[in-house]
């Protein structure tokens, strides 16, 4: 694979292979290599040597699937990236990781990562030991801890009055009721160049901590603060016979279809199947074929229909005509192209391939278009050929090519406009395979259960809720069968030589990026105009079926007033705003200080039931308006919803980071986790998707009161 990103050095690199500085691979309590061969791509973790390089890869379009929080002042983020382009980040003075999964795996595969140890410096001293006065004032922002797995933890975010200095350091010190103690330092966040508080990754103490004090490096202190549990709600317990657990494989967009399609069948009088209106592309991807040698001088020739239309197998060749002074020429006849090159007065070939690949897609306009391939420019044609064109596509038979209709799941005794509507909505990111077997399991338990519980009766009678479980199934077809790393949808908006077959992979729109608010298109931060880029938002706002599809749901059914859309991964609980204009920071519009706590209190509503699966428990700072807690994701749908439509509208980042006890250290899962683990991540955010539609109808229920 050649370079995939528009972020990628374009210098050749001859040594791929990245190993952690001072780690022997197979030697005992050592931790493995990060290896990445020439071509091989892979999810890797990557300490990043500044905040700067970070907010400079999102910028260029690099693939971040994941910001996990350093320890002591590090950067961390998980980066979809080549062999070429890790050691291209590794000349950049990015740090590898450990490798959370590659390519093919179609599994999460966990390796170990090194962490050095680091000594921790006296706070509130110069260098010589002398006190120096207080010169900043701190401020607890929050402290939380809870208990999962048996072992409790504990966050703290604290603010200083310090913004402009970056040498301020700040330890949090612990204690619990029975006198233990112990400390932690702080790392200092900034994002688009401005501060924004100190935080740490939760950290394991050995009982409830009662009580924290934080002080910095230049003297000042925070006065004490209390924990408070996180997030301190419960849901009610299910009762016997409670019915779930529909889970028992990955789905893919066929196996939805048919879930949607039975469920409809078997619950007429509470659930009806609903086409969304914009088609999309399909699982298509037009044909091409080199002709020549890449090594030395070759074109790619293009089929200007898909392959599935009939382009797959025509074959395209060039040929000496034998006889001097002849023009450059072609022929399609029997589904063969045949050049025949042009010569000269002694009869030697003479066609460059800028010329035959202008000649073709001249000749016949409407069946194929040509390019020169990278680094043949100008050169002589050689005799070629045939070569068969072919769209690449690897799905087994059965699964369809043709221009696919979403579907949505309508679930409720009254669907008619007259009770308060809740939209959950997953797989707008091809890779995250987790996301729609939650919202499958949501809908399953809504509809099994209504007979037999009374409490899923009253949210029926009460809530009117709409379940699209994947917004994007050409994307996950792509993912499922030939690149398990396709986050964007198939449609390739790609010219010229950016059609190269080699860069396939990177072809495609991100979905959640091809909203209208908040958009790249109105100057807002965190999308690319790169059609190579993970984060390419589309030749204009709602340019994609994908996101048109959505809208358009909501648009028709004014009664949905809440929303969740399903991600993975990293264990994040966020809302609006989503975006900001990296100059000066500017979010979109914050809201309401009652809006506000309507989001904040239900957050942990839902968070309290997501931990009661099995307690995995989303962390207080990554529970937030996404452009506090996550990065600026210009062009989101949750903002289009919230803004546009008067939605309240969250976006789940499930497959939290689990705890290694052993290795005393937070590990993240992927996109694609054993299946056991996505498994578990089914369940529990599907019990978060049944409190949202508690935190509905109580909302329905009080504004009637």
């Known amino acids: 694979m050649t370079q995939r990103r528009r972020w990628v050095s374009v210098a050749a690199v001859s040594v791929l292979v990245c190993v952690l500085p001072g780690v022997t691979a197979g030697v005992s309590g050592a931790e ?7 071509g091989e791509v892979a999810l890797v ?36 990236v080549s062999g070429e ?22 599994s999460a595969r966990y390796a170990e990562s090194v962490r050095a140890a680091e000594a921790q410096r006296s706070v509130g ?63 200092r966040i900034e994002d688009a160049g401005e501060y924004q508080y100190h935080v740490a990754l939760p950290q394991p103490v050995p009982a409830t901590p009662t009580q924290v004090t934080a002080v910095s490096s230049l003297g000042g202190s925070a006065r004490p603060a209390t924990p408070a549990p996180w997030p301190g709600t419960t849901p009610p317990e299910p009762p016997a016979g409670y019915q779930k657990d529909f889970i028992d494989a990955y789905l893919t967009p066929l196996d939805i279809r048919a879930r949607i399609n039975r469920l409809a069948r078997q619950y007429p009088h509470l659930a009806e199947r609903i086409d969304l209106p914009n088609p999309t592309q399909g699982y298509r991807r037009t044909a091409a074929a080199y002709l020549g040698d890449p090594a030395t001088a070759a074109i790619v020739v293009e089929s200007v229909r898909f392959g599935d239309q009939g382009a797959n197998g025509i074959q395209v060749s060039t040929v000496h005509p034998g006889a001097p002074n002849r023009p450059l020429d072609a022929r399609f006849r029997d589904r063969v192209l045949t050049v025949s090159l042009a010569t000269d007065a002694s009869g030697a070939a003479i066609s460059t391939t800028d010329q035959v690949a202008a000649f073709i897609a001249a000749r016949y306009p409407q069946r194929f278009t040509a390019f020169v391939e990278d680094g043949s420019a100008g050169m002589l044609m050689p005799v070629a050929g045939p070569a068969r064109l072919d769209d690449g596509l690897r799905a087994p038979a059965g699964v369809p090519h043709r221009p696919w209709t979403v579907q949505a799941l309508r679930i409720g005794v009254h669907r008619d406009g007259s009770r308060v509507g809740v939209l959950a909505y997953s797989q707008e990111h091809a890779r995250e395979w987790a996301t729609p077997l939650v919202t499958m399991e949501f809908a399953e338990r809504l509809l099994a259960n209504y007979a037999t519980d009374a409490e899923t009766r009253a949210l029926l009678e009460a809530v009117d809720v709409f379940v699209v479980p994947t917004v994007n199934p050409d994307g996950a077809n792509y993912s499922f069968y030939d690149s398990n790393f396709q986050r964007k949808n198939m449609v390739n908006h790609c010219a010229g030589a950016l059609r190269d077959p080699r860069l396939r992979n990177s072809w495609g729109v991100d979905v959640n990026r091809n909203y209208e608010v908040g958009s790249l298109f109105d100057g807002y931060f965190g999308a690319s105009t790169s059609c190579l880029s993970g984060t390419f938002a589309g030749t204009g706002e709602h340019s994609e079926a994908e996101s048109r599809n959505l809208i358009a749901l909501a648009d028709a059914h004014p009664n949905i007033k809440f929303g969740l859309n399903v991600h993975s991964y990293g ?59 996550l990065y600026s994701a210009a062009g989101n749908s949750a903002d289009e919803l919230y803004y546009d439509n008067g939605v309240f509208a969250w976006d789940f980042e499930v497959g939290n980071d689990l705890w290694n006890p052993a290795a005393q250290r937070w590990e993240g899962v992927g996109f694609q986790p054993p299946f056991p683990e996505a498994h578990a991540e089914s369940q529990e955010f599907a019990d978060g998707l049944i409190e949202l539609v508690r935190v509905a109808r109580d909302y329905a229920s009080a504004a009637h009161n």
């Open 45 to 80: 973790q990557v300490q990043l040597p500044s905040r700067d390089m970070l907010l400079d890869l999102i910028a260029g379009g690099a693939d971040v699937a994941a910001v996990p929080r350093g320890r002591d002042g590090e950067v961390h983020a998980d980066l979809v």
């Open 85 to 106: 382009e890790l050691a291209e980040l590794v000349g950049r003075g990015a740090r590898p990781v450990r490798i959370v999964q590659r390519e093919g795996d179609g």
């Open 125 to 187: 001293l110069t260098s010589d030991g002398v006190s120096v006065a207080a010169v900043d004032t701190l401020h607890f922002m929050s402290a939380h801890w809870w208990v999962s797995g048996g072992q409790t933890f504990l966050q703290t975010k604290v603010a200083t009055s310090a913004v402009d200095d970056p040498a301020v350091e700040i330890t949090v010190t612990w204690r619990t009721a029975d006198g233990a103690t112990g400390s932690y330092p702080l790392q």
């Open 32 to 38: 493995p290599a990060v290896q990445l061969a020439a």
């Open 571 to 629: 264990g994040y609980f966020m809302w609006p705003p989503g975006a900001y204009v990296a100059e000066g920071r500017i979010t979109l519009p914050r809201p309401s200080i009652e809006e506000t706590a309507l989001f904040q209190t239900s957050a942990k509503r839902i968070v309290g039931a997501i931990a009661s699966a099995r307690g995995t428990v989303t962390w207080p700072s990554q529970t937030g308006p996404v452009c506090d807690v």
